[in-house]
């Protein structure tokens, strides 16, 4: 075999992931809050993978400066990722069709049905998540361009089901549209292994965050870089009469203090002083708050260290580029061993 079959190999596995992203590698950012900015973002990008802002609770406004300045930054492509739930979904839509956005990631529950033909109305792709076949079979009829299935290796906000069972659920029953395999993913081997089961591309999150690009403070990066798989667990729910979505972080003070959260306010739902709602988008304000206070202000004691268990293969800082690299080679070299063998 010569030198340039592995790169071809790979090219052809993941063909139709860089066609649908219009990139050099099916590689996407995960949308972290407070860290998949303009500055990660565009690295993603430049560096040949797709980058994704993080649009979580941020207004029009706020999104259309976030926007033009990731446009700024790079001339290639990126997506924005919007969360189905926010009040002002309709108005975050209009903001990525003014400035041109090409993809849209909603995220947070299964997104309207306007919200979808909206975006496609526009002329821009939408790309949802599914943490089950029956979901993904239902957002292929709603019209979605694309999928992204992730597993509970994940870090922030997960489901209850490991990757690796994900994609034998899913990806050999959905083939009308491509699919991006994420949750855990470090190494180019396990890059590899999904591409061959099928999937379109896959999605990183944990393995950019010590990126050198991106903005989060020393003190969190330095938390990754010391941490291991074992210590990124997802949280408890305390009541099974409130859930909550288990969000996947570094053990911490703040954990703790989490878990006495959650019990307030079930106190207070059970005591007549607060809806079950409004409780409930307390506890998405307290992760909203822990994180910025994590990655912003370097509070890693009481903040919230959100990570995925892959966080373990997060060894050193490294710019974004040199991690994307990193991957393709190993993902080569895989493909190499296998046809020398």
Not at 23 to 50: D, P
Not at 130 to 150: F, H, M, N, T, Y
Request: glycine share 12%; with cysteine; net charge negative.
């Amino acid at each position: 075999m010569d030198d340039l079959s592995p790169r071809l190999k790979l090219n052809d596995l993941w063909q139709r992931g860089r066609d649908f992203l219009g990139t050099e590698t099916a590689i996407m950012g995960g949308a972290m809050s407070w860290i998949s900015e303009r500055h990660l973002v565009s690295a993603i990008s430049n560096a040949g993978g797709f980058g994704v802002i993080a649009g979580g609770s941020m207004g029009p406004d706020l999104l259309a400066a976030e926007i033009a300045a990731t446009q700024a930054l790079t001339d290639k492509p990126f997506g924005v990722n919007l969360i189905t739930m926010h009040p002002e979904l309709e108005g975050l839509i209009d903001v990525c069709t003014a400035q041109g956005v090409g993809h849209v990631v909603l995220a947070g529950g299964l997104p309207p049905g306007g919200a979808i033909k909206k975006i496609k109305d526009a002329g821009a792709k939408v790309i949802c998540f599914a943490p089950a076949l029956v979901l993904a079979k239902r957002l292929v009829r709603s019209g979605v361009d694309a999928l992204v299935i992730e597993g509970a290796e994940a870090g922030g906000h997960i489901g209850p089901v490991a990757t690796s069972v994900l994609v034998q659920e899913i990806l050999p029953h959905i083939t009308e549209i491509p699919v991006f395999v994420a949750g855990g993913i470090g190494r180019g081997e396990a890059m590899v292994s999904y591409l061959e089961m099928g999937a379109a591309g896959c999605q990183l999150g944990t393995r950019f965050v010590c990126a050198t690009e991106c903005i989060a403070h020393p003190k969190f990066k330095q938390a990754f870089l010391k941490a291991g798989a074992r210590d990124a667990v997802p949280t408890v729910q305390v009541d099974p009469r409130f859930p909550v979505i288990p969000v996947r972080a570094l053990t911490n003070k703040g954990s703790e203090v989490f878990m006495e959260t959650q019990r307030q306010m079930i106190a207070k739902v059970d005591a007549g002083e607060l809806e079950l709602k409004e409780a409930q988008l307390q506890i998405e304000h307290f992760w909203a708050g822990a994180l910025r206070r994590a990655v912003i202000d370097g509070d890693v004691e009481y903040g919230s260290l959100m990570a995925g268990q892959s966080v373990g293969l997060v060894t050193r800082e490294q710019s974004t580029a040199e991690i994307i690299t990193e991957m393709v080679t190993q993902a080569e070299a895989t493909l190499a061993g296998r046809a020398g063998g």
